[in-house]
């Protein structure tokens, strides 16, 4: 069983940056598929961004150029490194690990506003 705790959430103005991370506990992510998802109010959940155990990387359009995702098996931690903020990017951000069986986060609110 993987628990997923994502943090580094909060309020940014415009053009400003935040760095989100997913640590898990009770298994290693070494070997997990892992992304990154974003809800906004009213919209569905989509992908931002996923890597794979062996570090490949993949993006939405709408973030390319200003995100980045990274991880450090290590520290069994999932980073979003996310630049060039704008409004449009204010959604609850959310880990997943792994493609068949998934894994979950419970969430980290992202608010960018002037």
């Known amino acids: 069983q993987v628990q997923l705790v994502e943090s580094g959430g909060g309020l940014v103005q415009p053009g400003g940056s935040l760095r989100l991370s997913c640590a898990a506990s009770g298994s290693t992510l070494r070997f997990f598929v892992m992304g990154w998802y974003r809800q906004a109010p009213g919209k569905e959940r989509e992908l931002v961004a996923a890597?794979?155990?062996?570090?490949?990387?993949s993006y939405a359009d709408f973030v390319k150029g200003r995100f980045t995702i990274s991880r450090d098996n290590a520290k069994n931690t999932v980073f979003l490194q996310m630049n060039s903020l704008k409004t449009e990017d204010t959604a609850v951000y959310y880990c997943?690990?792994?493609?068949?069986?998934?894994?979950w986060g419970r969430g980290t609110l992202v608010t960018v506003s002037s």
């Open positions: 890597i794979t155990s062996a570090g490949s990387t």
């Open positions: 997943k690990a792994g493609t068949v069986m998934e894994y």
